[in-house]
């Protein structure tokens, strides 16, 4: 399971956790993966460039992009693709991460990790920040919403002005060879 080394590099990391979880031998470094996904110290990475990034990392994966996603379609992708790229309110801080200032920051933040699979409405997250939790899927949906009181001002204007969307997720599948 791999741990991201920086704040604010839960989409490098999520490039590096699906390409473990899929199986490549040739793995870029979080540093490289930061470079390419253009993370900056305000908003992270943007979606746009992640499925940029993603779809040339994950050559043989098909990467698409999906807004408001529904239950039903987390559901059924997760039972029929082994893995997805979820944007989700979550604790924002790791003690792994060697640029976090835990005093001075929000416990609770936007962040990106992979899900894996579902088994009776449980979904498995492979967490950026060094872990696997399981998390009934409703309750997912409601991190996923940012209708809470853990969203910042910052995070609410990137929503407001469209940057960020509602129940974000990256499907991601093999390609089917031809």
């Not at 989409?11 to 040739?26: A, D, H, N, R, V």
């Not at 793995?27 to 993966?33: G, N, R, Y």
């Not at 746009?48 to 559901?75: D, I, W």
Request: positive net charge; charged residues 25%; glycine residues 4%.
């Amino acid at each position: 399971m791999y741990t991201q080394q920086r704040k604010l590099s839960c989409w490098p990391s999520c490039i590096i956790i699906l390409m473990q979880y899929f199986g490549y031998k040739k793995i870029p470094t979080e540093k490289s993966l930061r470079r390419k996904c253009w993370v900056n110290t305000y908003t992270g990475t943007l979606p746009r460039r992640f499925k940029t990034v993603a779809t040339k990392e994950l050559q043989n994966m098909n990467v698409h992009y999906s807004c408001h996603t529904t239950k039903e379609q987390l559901s059924e992708h997760l039972r029929e693709n082994p893995a997805m790229v979820l944007h989700m309110v979550d604790r924002n801080m790791s003690p792994h991460c060697a640029d976090v200032d835990i005093k001075n920051q929000d416990p609770y933040g936007l962040h990106y990790a992979v899900a894996t699979g579902i088994q009776s409405n449980v979904v498995t997250i492979h967490n950026p920040f060094g872990y696997i939790e399981e998390i009934d899927i409703d309750e997912l949906r409601e991190r996923m919403s940012f209708d809470n009181q853990y969203v910042s001002w910052q995070e609410k204007v990137l929503l407001a002005l469209g940057m960020i969307r509602k129940h974000t997720v990256f499907f991601v599948k093999k390609r089917k060879v031809r």
